[in-house]
């Protein structure tokens, strides 16, 4: 009879073990990063918008290169790396119209 119930017992600690182990894989959020595709263009490409916002706001720097991600929805942000006096690289995003993107 003892073995019995000390049987019963460790099905019941097993079973409550696996439930316990599900329960909580299911309240797991996994957590996905858009990652942005950007395709290189030549800088020339930029829209004017975005030259002109260069050439205002960043004379002192050089372009190094830039690129474009187009949305779903058909709207365009472009990436531009410059180099500053000091050698320092830095990556801009800029909205069609040559807003400064955060």
């Known amino acids: ?13 097993l079973g409550t073990t696996v439930a316990f182990a599900e329960s909580n894989l299911a309240s797991e959020v996994v957590v996905m990063a858009q990652v942005n595709d950007f395709t290189p263009i030549e800088v020339k490409d930029l829209p004017q918008a ?30 531009v790396t410059l180099l500053n ?3 320092e690289e830095s990556v801009v995003l800029f909205a069609e119209t040559g807003e400064v993107l955060e």
Do not use: I, R, W
């Open 1 to 13: 009879m003892k073995k019995l119930v000390l049987a019963v017992a460790l099905v019941m600690g």
């Open 50 to 79: 975005v030259q002109d916002a260069l050439a205002k706001n960043f004379k002192d720097y050089t372009v190094q290169k830039a690129a474009v991600e187009v949305s779903e929805e058909g709207a365009k942000t472009y990436q």
């Open 85 to 87: 006096p000091d050698g």
